[in-house]
């Protein structure tokens, strides 16, 4: 009887195989990762529960009505005039007629409740890209019940 004992093989650990998972891993992340790039605009959206600031500084009022259609007025006059269609551009070289160079007049987008969103963002976005820094939203006041 012959009770030797078999000489073992020294334990390896083989990486090659973790290291495969761990960079198949990484590409597939690498891959199905979105990258998100968010455009900021700064604006100053008043209380719907307040009082009305009275300001005798002039400022531009643009007012969409519930077909998207706009509305351009100066230094609070009561008559506005309506723009030719609802593109940026049109909305760009109205802004730039009103305005003329001064970008720190106050800006008023007065849209109607039901207005597309669409045309609440296109103004949006030209103003900002114009450089308008005070735009703000007009609201109706709400009575407390």
């Known amino acids: 009887m012959n009770f030797s004992r078999r000489?073992?093989?020294p334990l390896e650990l083989?990486?090659?195989?973790?290291?495969d998972v761990v960079f198949l891993l990484l590409i597939f992340f690498m891959?199905?990762?979105t990258f998100s790039q968010f455009s900021e605009l700064?604006?100053?959206?008043?209380?719907a529960k307040g009082q009305e600031l009275k300001s005798n500084r002039k400022s531009i009022v643009l007012t969409i009505n519930?077909?998207?259609?706009?509305?351009i007025s100066k230094?609070?006059?009561?008559?506005s005039f309506p723009l030719n269609d609802q593109l940026p551009n049109t909305v760009r070289s109205a802004l730039l007629e009103v305005a003329g160079d001064s970008r720190d007049t106050p800006f008023t987008i007065s849209a109607?409740?039901?207005a597309p969103y669409e045309a609440v963002v296109t103004v949006l976005d030209v103003a900002s890209q114009l450089g308008f820094s005070q735009i703000t939203?007009?609201?109706?006041?709400?009575?407390?019940k």
């Open 112 to 114: 109607d409740a039901k």
């Open 66 to 71: 519930v077909d998207g259609d706009y509305f």
């Open 14 to 19: 083989n990486l090659t195989p973790m290291i």
């Open 42 to 47: 700064q604006i100053n959206l008043p209380e």
């Open 31 to 33: 891959v199905t990762t």
């Open 75 to 79: 230094n609070g006059e009561r008559q």
């Open 137 to 144: 939203f007009a609201t109706k006041s709400i009575t407390d």
């Open 7 to 9: 000489k073992k093989a």
